[in-house]
């Protein structure tokens, strides 16, 4: 067999040539096969089962070799931080009182703003008679009883005013309107002496203090006898 290749291979020195002929070609290198499970020192497994992150920045990057840290920002506490300035407006003001740049705008309306007024006596409740509860004065109103007592609505000064002041003919003012307080006595919750306390005057002051939350208007509309005006002149 080896004599078959020599006839084909003439020109290729046979190995003992080789090996003994120093200037010889080295035109063939023959190199072992590679042995299973030989890699590049494992360096491909290694790379496969390392799951670390890398360094961010990169340790070589201009990031890691920055050692000047003031302009890094720093946060400020509370303390620390400037306090905006004083509205001037805002140094000399009164609760409820609209500055003058402002008048008339958004200020709290100083009957808001005080304290409510503490009774001078406690006040009692009053036993209604049978039949005089709110919901019996609320379907007196719609029955179509005349409870104004008057024809049309008139215009009352005060001397007018003064001359209902008694139990079968009680009126008293609210808020600028007359109204006949006598069919209102039996049903009033405070009792009808404390309702007598207004007849014949305005009561808007005395109302305010005591229930300033109940509507007048609603509680008394169908006892509306007129307005009140102010005396009118002798001159």
Not at 33 to 39: A, F, K, L, T
Not at 135 to 156: P, Q
């Amino acid at each position: 067999m080896a004599s078959f290749l020599r006839s084909w291979l003439p020109s290729l020195p046979t190995a003992s040539a080789a090996q003994s002929s120093d200037d010889a070609p080295d035109n063939i290198r023959i190199s072992p096969p590679p042995v299973e499970g030989d890699d590049d020192d494992g360096s491909e497994t290694e790379k496969e089962t390392d799951d670390s992150p890398p360094a961010f920045p990169s340790l070589n990057s201009a990031q890691r070799m920055q050692t000047d840290t003031s302009s890094i920002p720093k946060i400020l506490m509370d303390n620390q931080r400037m306090p905006p300035p004083p509205a001037p407006n805002l140094l000399n003001r009164t609760l409820g009182v609209p500055t003058t740049s402002r008048a008339g705008g958004l200020a709290v309306p100083p009957t808001t703003t005080k304290p409510p007024v503490k009774p001078s006596k406690k006040r009692e409740k009053v036993a209604l008679a049978p039949g005089h509860s709110p919901l019996d004065w609320a379907a007196l109103k719609s029955s179509g009883t005349d409870l104004r007592g008057v024809d049309t609505l008139m215009r009352i000064p005060p001397s007018v005013l003064k001359q209902h002041n008694t139990r079968d003919d009680a009126w008293s003012a609210f808020n600028g309107k007359v109204y006949n307080i006598t069919p209102y006595l039996p049903f009033h919750p405070g009792g009808e002496k404390e309702l007598m306390r207004v007849a014949g005057r305005d009561g808007t002051k005395l109302f305010a203090l005591t229930h300033a939350w109940v509507n007048a208007d609603f509680m008394l509309d169908s006892c509306l006898v007129g307005f009140l005006v102010p005396e009118p002149s002798t001159s």
